[in-house]
């Protein structure tokens, strides 16, 4: 897997391309890029067709340890040839494994020396090195991430924050060591994981000596929904003004608009949609500023219209379960193109959800999913654009406070 | 939406099963047909979409669940019940009579019609055979049924012939309030003929239904719990004497084995949940009977659950992941063995219209049901038991 870049914006936003190899040739995926979220390999409630007609060919998942570590396991996925891409029917895709599950809140307090521990189906499971390796090398992911022992921003005590940097840089150390041995290994991407909580030194120096290490990338663990707004800048540049250039970087629990943007200015190239499935569990719909139609660009090429910012105020998302939506036959949002859009109205998914119809979520996930989808499309376009004011109108249009999402 | 009012072709016939079509403003249906159920104004966790490519020509609501939520006047406002779903082809809605009756707490059943409080929020509500016409009018169904009482075939004799009689009488009360309406011969109504498993209160209740001239009719109450014989013996009953220019449509039915046996002995239409409620626990059909999903030897079997199916899950997935998927709790599980499921009976309506259109209905039918093993009878009448007491259906 190689990083190409073709430009780095005077914000700080990197544009590029991904390129990995699969058996048959080289594929490209376009950066900054979401990777859609999974669980036990599948993205929450929808079939894959509603992604790939959103994009053309190659596509691309995130998938999370948590949800296949036990199964389907090491066991069966050795059976399978190209071990979790065929299992998954997902040939020719390129899939990243992450340790953790984003969509849900992190524990880091089992985590323990020889291992971090995750909650599967069946409950706690810890994840040593030797054991992790087992299940790379049976479901051979283009990607993984190394084992890490990633703390959230809420813990505060400096011992803590100190162990998990140090634990995190020895598991790479075994993980290198490991994989230095073993074709399958060696095969698979390797990302080394960049921890250190809120705390700028240790960020600083998980940076710095991951960097010294031979991965092919970089995530920047540790952020979730409960970090505050105030540090999340400067935590994270701390992060990335330290890592490579050419080097990708990928990030987990990063959702709102605003944040995403402030981590592309970071320097930050990938991030996953699972943002997608709160929004769809609690019942509502995006609707932030997701197009760039009104960029240069697409003005030459008279790409539509600015759809949604006409007649109602803006606003992150709504939320479906209010009774104000009852006798609403307007689609979720104005100017959207996904399946749901299209046939139904906010009226029925109001419906379904009072009713507790399985559809409701499909149908949220069809729309909440195209969204996020076009946002991304978007932002690279803007990125792209000659024009700096391009990318600057975007943000001003999508940046929304952070409590949107808290709410 | 054409202008077409309702109608029913007979094209064929090969022994005692029938080939036909039905037209309605929302387009047209072949028969024998089998109508996936959207209760609540969706067929559980699938899209239309999904619904359509699985080969459904028409769908089947249910007037009870839909004048509770989201109400009579919201779907009005909101075009019928067509436009609120987003299903464009033909649909059928139940009277609710069954719902109120079975799911409603039961305050009082009298000639005027049956007074019973929500399941949702324990309010009183007032079915009428008009208000259940009413409803149905303003809901838009291609098809409406009429307002029956319902009687477990178990009762005793008496419990069933005053159901019958009354249901006579609400009969002729349905058709006075729905034929002088301009929504007469746009939207169907449809007669049904009652009478428990008592042969001689069929026969009755099958002369005087169609001395009504409904525009197609029913067989009710059966799919409640009685044998298999039973079943097949009243349906073959009443079929020999409703007129064959219009449609039979046999209530509640079922499996797949019921679907080609009903379709042996003359009828026109199905409805049943069974495919998709079974689906979400985990039971998929295949040609040789249901299997469980969850079962271990599915969880190394590389290739899909069906080699001989087209629906989208056998095209994508294989068994293991699609067990692997339940095993997780993922409802993209449910969805697929849903998708799955119904598929599986749409193509078997498919192919017993084929065979009978090609005169070869009668080796149809004994090739698939030497090959297909029915769930046993034990099973299916505890299952069918339970479901009874727990949802009333």
Redesign the interface.
Same mark, same amino acid.
């Given at each position: 897997m190689k990083l190409f870049l073709e430009k780095i914006t005077s914000s700080g936003g990197r544009v590029g391309r991904l390129v990995w190899c699969t058996e048959s040739a080289q594929s490209v995926l376009e950066t900054p890029l979401c990777l859609p979220y999974t669980? =036990?390999? =599948? /993205? #929450? &409630? /929808?079939?894959?067709s509603v992604y790939q007609d959103l994009s053309p060919r190659p596509t691309a998942a995130m998938l999370t340890l948590p @949800?296949l570590y036990e199964? #389907?396991g090491s066991a069966?996925l050795k !059976? *399978?040839d190209y071990g979790i891409h065929?299992?998954?029917?997902m040939k020719d895709q390129f899939l990243y494994l992450s340790i953790q599950d984003p969509h849900c809140p992190p524990r880091s307090g089992f985590n323990e020396e020889k291992s971090t521990s995750v909650w599967t189906?069946g409950g706690r499971m810890k994840v040593s090195v030797a054991g992790y390796m087992e299940f790379v090398r049976a479901s051979r992911p283009n990607v993984f991430e190394s084992l890490c022992d990633s703390v959230s921003s809420q813990t505060n005590k400096l011992k803590r924050v100190r162990k998990s940097v140090d634990r995190t840089l020895r598991f790479l150390d075994q993980t290198l060591a490991m994989r230095q041995n073993c074709q399958v290994l060696e095969e698979c991407g390797l990302l080394g994981a960049v921890v250190g909580g809120d705390v700028y030194e240790e960020r600083v120096r998980s940076a710095t000596e991951t960097v010294k290490r031979p991965v092919d990338g970089f995530v920047i663990e540790g952020f979730d929904l409960e970090h505050s707004h105030e540090c999340y800048q400067s935590i994270l540049q701390s992060a990335t003004s330290v890592l490579p250039q050419s080097s990708p970087r990928f990030i987990h629990g990063v959702y709102s608009p605003g944040d995403i943007l402030t981590a592309v200015e970071s320097g930050v190239d990938v991030f996953d949609s699972a943002c997608v499935l709160t929004a769809t569990e609690n019942g509502c719909a995006f609707t932030f500023h997701n197009s760039s139609s009104d960029c240069v660009e697409n003005r030459r090429e008279n790409r539509g219209a600015t759809e949604n910012i006409a007649a109602e105020p803006p606003s992150h998302q709504i939320d479906l379960n209010d009774e104000k939506y =009852? %006798?609403d036959?307007s689609p979720l949002l104005r100017g959207c193109e996904c *399946?749901c859009c299209v $046939? &139904? +109205?906010r =009226? *029925?998914i109001h $419906?379904?959800l /009072? +009713?507790r !119809?399985?559809?409701a @979520? +499909?149908?949220l996930m %069809?729309h909440n999913f195209t969204h996020l989808m076009k946002f991304f499309a978007s932002l690279r376009d803007v990125l792209r654009s000659p024009l700096e004011s391009d990318y600057l109108h975007f943000k001003s249009l999508c940046a929304f406070p952070e409590h949107f999402l808290h709410a | 939406m054409t202008k077409e009012k309702f109608s029913f072709r007979l094209s064929g016939t090969d022994g005692a099963a029938r080939l036909g079509q039905i037209t309605t403003p929302h387009g047209t249906a072949q028969t024998p047909i089998f109508m996936p159920v959207a209760t609540q104004a969706t067929v559980k966790g699938l899209t239309f979409d999904e619904v359509r490519n699985a080969g459904a020509e028409t769908v089947l609501s249910n007037a009870y669940h839909l004048y509770l939520r989201p109400g009579v006047d919201r779907i009005r406002d909101a075009g019928g019940l067509h436009r609120f779903m987003g299903w464009a082809g033909p649909v059928l809605t139940d009277s609710g009579g069954y719902q109120a009756f079975s799911l409603g707490a039961l305050r009082r059943i009298n000639d005027n019609g049956i007074l019973f409080r929500s399941h949702i929020d324990g309010s009183e509500h007032l079915f009428t055979p008009e208000v259940a016409i009413r409803n149905q009018q303003l809901f838009g169904a291609d098809i409406i049924m009429c307002f029956d009482q319902c009687v477990f075939s178990a009762g005793d004799r008496s419990d069933v012939r005053a159901a019958m009689d009354r249901t006579h009488r609400w009969a002729r009360v349905c058709y006075d309030t729905h034929a002088p309406t301009a929504y007469s011969g746009v939207q169907a109504l449809f007669g049904i003929v009652q009478g428990g498993t008592i042969p001689e209160f069929r026969d009755e209740s099958t002369e005087l239904v169609t001395s009504i001239p409904f525009d197609g009719y029913a067989i009710g109450g059966l799919a409640v719990g009685e044998t298999k014989e039973e079943m097949h013996r009243i349906t073959r009953q009443v079929c020999e004497g409703l007129p064959s220019d219009k449609p039979r449509y046999l209530m509640g039915v079922g499996s797949p084995e019921d679907l080609v046996n009903g379709v042996a002995l003359g009828v026109d239409m199905f409805d049943c949940v069974l495919p998709t409620r079974v689906a979400r626990n985990g039971a998929l059909f295949t040609p040789t009977g249901r299997i469980n999903i969850a079962n271990r030897r599915y969880g190394d079997q590389d290739v899909p659950l069906d080699e001989t199916c087209d629906c989208y899950a056998c095209q994508h997935y294989s068994a293991a992941y699609l067990r692997h998927l339940f095993k997780a709790g993922e409802m993209l599980g449910p969805r697929m063995a849903s998708v799955h499921n119904l598929r599986f009976v749409l193509r078997l309506m498919e192919q017993m219209r084929d065979a009978i259109a090609g005169g070869r209905f009668v080796e149809f039918r004994d090739r698939f049901l030497g090959a297909y093993q029915p769930t046993d009878e034990q099973s299916r009448q505890t299952q069918k038991h339970r479901w009874i007491r727990e949802r009333g259906v």
């Open positions: 669980r =036990a390999g =599948a /993205i #929450p &409630h /929808i079939v894959q @949800s199964l #389907p069966v !059976e *399978y065929n299992f998954l029917n189906n =009852a %006798m036959f *399946y $046939h &139904h +109205t =009226a *029925y $419906h379904l /009072i +009713t !119809e399985i559809l @979520s +499909t149908l %069809m | -």
